[in-house]
């Protein structure tokens, strides 16, 4: 089985700083996706980016990027120039068949 | 192009009541999944269509939750008779096809609360 691990329930930044949040998963797979969804209080679970394991290179969305290690099954996602808009719940996911398995959460929060 | 819709948004029962929740997928999508969110277990699936056909219903709790997906533009999700441990949001997602490259669009969810 696979499982997706979250380490930070909780982290702050403020407005316009850099902040890393935290993913590793474990899996006996090769083929497989990784994903960020960020869940604001309106509750939309709403993709912010995603992964191809194999390709090397990070995916990067504007202000957001991963840092993909695959051999030690980590998947952390940058966020650069934080805004205010950016708190929300942020929840890491794995995938390889057809179900999306994600982690706990880390929930973000942005501060002036 | 309309997202995934769901009805209704927030659903307030007593237990034993039945409990219907509504989803509409995105136009084109093949693959529908529905999601359960709680804390204690986080987000997980419930069943997956394929389509309209349920191909998993291994994550379906009891047998008071069923499921339909009577044609490629809706789907229900039933609970009767309901609980307070049934309490959670449900999301219904979407995919254009089930394989593991094609990202999952999630709906607004319904938040049930079940008295």
């Known amino acids: 089985a696979q499982t997706v691990t979250q380490s930070q329930p909780e982290m702050s930044v403020q407005e316009a700083e850099t902040v890393t949040l935290s993913c590793t998963y474990d899996t006996s797979e090769n083929n497989y996706y990784l994903f960020w969804y960020k869940q604001p209080p309106s509750r939309q679970m709403i993709l912010v980016i995603r992964q191809e394991a194999y390709k090397q290179q990070n995916a990067t969305e504007n202000r957001f990027s991963v840092n993909f290690q695959k051999a030690a099954k980590s998947f952390s996602l940058k966020i650069s120039d934080s805004q205010l808009g950016d708190t929300a719940m942020y929840f890491c996911a794995f995938r390889s068949g057809y179900a999306l398995n994600f982690g706990k959460g880390t929930s973000l929060l942005v501060t002036p | 192009d309309a997202g995934v819709i769901q009805s209704p948004r927030h659903e307030v029962t007593e237990m034993g009541q039945e409990v219907t929740l509504r989803c509409k997928p995105i136009s084109g999508h093949n693959s529908l999944f529905w999601y359960r969110q709680t804390m204690m277990r986080g987000l997980e699936l419930l069943i997956y269509?394929?389509?309209?056909?349920?191909?998993?219903d291994s994550g379906m709790p009891e047998d008071r939750f069923s499921a339909k997906m009577p044609n490629a533009s809706f789907s229900t999700l039933k609970i009767q008779p309901s609980e307070p441990r049934d309490s959670a949001v449900y999301f219904c997602a979407s995919s254009k096809l089930a394989g593991v490259s094609h990202t999952q669009y999630f709906g607004p969810g319904t938040r049930l609360t079940v008295l």
């Open positions: 269509f394929n389509n309209n056909v349920p191909i998993d």
